[in-house]
């Protein structure tokens, strides 16, 4: 029997793909009523023994916090105490302290801009705490004008900004594994988030250090202990590379950056030096660690694939994923997030049958380059196991490839630059986790999961 729903059309009620997904014009409706998705924290019978409970009466009298004065003014806003769980996740301590990421969590957000605090995190050796005024950046090697810039220098300088990704080169590697994940969407595909960064073009103070003919390759090195440094094309890093000072608005914190980073959108996030302190440039690159022992994948050709730079369109569904419970059938936003270093998101794909049938998503506004994209599409559960999968495709035609196709390609040596499409299975309590299409299922051992990437 048709669900109705009051001033909708009939034809949109019906499924456009199998499994019950409707259409994305929906959400232009109103008078719709969706059902709840709850993230897990009770067991099964007691999140139902609720559902089963009568609806409470109205109660019209003023709760606690209407009869007395609030809380006063406060010089840095903080996080309301009811959303302590909204938090990054770090990975465990390791031999080597301050070495290590955070994840962000990614399920618990909603739009296409990361806050601050919850960005994701790599560190190789802690993170310093530098004071701006005795902090410069150095532009030698091949350039006539060797040069020393200030910060106080540099936030003279006219200022750009752009909202773009930064995703780690390891984002994702457990899908690598021949085990699906337990965790929480964030909490292994997390190791991105998207911002607005203000600062100096790189272009300008390149031009102004005067680029010699010969200058091929910057090598980027930051001022934390571990003295990251990565070999960046000059071709790539003039197009669109920022030396960030500002955040969403405010300085770069110290996690991220502070007091100055180094910003390439669209490629990976190991040459997004942090703590940036010198760019020299030279005719090859210097082959650091973090671009041959790291970054460099063996091939089932034998060949190794190195300087994967571009980060490839990718998306994942965050609502609902891993560890959430559908309450009872009913209609359902499913909703996502999407990005490509190569361009702007021109669709996403959404299936509900494992990859039998798809509907394309509705796309949020704005969708911008080298940006997340938020996807949304309504689903329709009747209550029987569901498999839910999301394909990206980006303006330059790419297709975000199912995991088969990824390990066919790459062979079971992966560990970074993992954007297959992701699997969450719904089964009939409406229990949500992350599965591998069975019938294709490959026979590669786990991969011991390191967190030694950036």
């Known amino acids: 029997m048709k669900r109705k729903i009051t001033g909708t059309h009939s034809d949109e009620l019906q499924p456009v793909a199998g499994n019950g997904l409707l259409d ?51 010089t840095y806003g903080v996080p309301s105490k009811f959303e302590s769980d909204v938090v990054r996740f770090p990975s465990p301590n390791r031999a080597v302290a301050g070495n290590g990421v955070s994840w ?15 960005h994701f995190e790599r560190h190789h050796n802690g993170v310093p705490q530098i004071d701006p005024e005795h902090h410069r950046l150095l532009i030698h090697g091949l350039v006539k004008n060797p040069s020393f810039f200030t910060i ?20 994702s590697n457990s899908g690598w594994n021949k085990s699906p994940s337990r965790a929480e969407a964030g909490y292994f595909h997390g190791l991105v988030s998207c911002s607005e960064w203000t600062g100096v073009p790189l272009s300008t ?18 001022a934390d202990a571990f003295a990251m440094n990565v070999s960046i094309p000059v071709a790539e890093a ?49 082959m650091a660690r973090n671009e041959t022992s790291k970054y460099t994948e063996l091939l089932p050709s034998g060949k190794a694939r190195m300087f994967t730079f ?6 994942l569904i965050t609502s609902p994923s891993a560890n959430m419970i559908l309450k009872k059938p009913g209609l359902y936003q499913i909703s996502g997030l999407a990005w490509s270093g190569r361009g702007r998101i021109r669709k996403v794909e959404v299936s509900a049958d494992g990859g039998k049938t798809w ?61 297959a499409i992701v699997t969450w299975q719904v089964d009939e309590d409406g229990v949500v986790t992350h599965s591998y299409d069975k019938e294709k299922s490959d026979s590669n051992g786990d991969i011991s999961i390191d967190s030694g990437w950036e």
Request: proline residues 7%; charged residues 25%.
């Open 310 to 315: 571009v980060i490839e369109a990718k998306s």
């Open 152 to 171: 106080d220098n540099l936030l003279r300088y006219p200022m750009h900004s752009c909202i773009c990704f930064v995703e780690c080169g390891g984002n």
């Open 24 to 74: 994305r014009r929906l959400f232009l409706k109103s008078g719709l009523t969706f059902s709840a998705v709850s993230i897990a924290a009770a067991a099964l019978p007691q999140v139902f023994a609720a559902e089963n409970r009568a609806e409470e009466k109205i109660n019209l009298a003023r709760p606690p916090w209407m009869l007395k004065p609030g809380e006063s003014f406060s």
């Open 359 to 419: 509907a394309e998503a509705q796309l949020q506004e704005p969708v911008l380059s080298q940006a997340f994209t938020r996807f949304r599409i309504p689903w329709r559960w009747d209550g029987s196991p569901a498999v839910l999968k999301s394909r990206a495709t980006d303006e330059t035609g790419y297709v975000q490839p199912e995991r088969n196709t990824l390990i066919a390609e790459r062979g079971h040596h992966g560990f970074f630059h993992y954007n």
């Open 238 to 286: 003039r197009k669109e590379g920022l030396l960030a000072l500002y955040q969403n608005g405010e300085r770069i914190r110290p996690e991220n950056g502070y007091p100055l980073r180094l910003i390439l959108p669209g490629l990976e996030g190991v040459l997004n030096v942090k703590w940036l302190r010198r760019l020299k440039a030279t005719d090859k690159p210097i």
């Open 205 to 222: 103070v390149l031009d102004e250090a005067g680029m010699n003919k010969k200058a091929k390759w910057l090598i980027a090195e930051g």
């Open 104 to 118: 962000t969590p990614l399920h618990r957000l909603e739009g296409i801009i990361t806050p601050n605090g919850l």
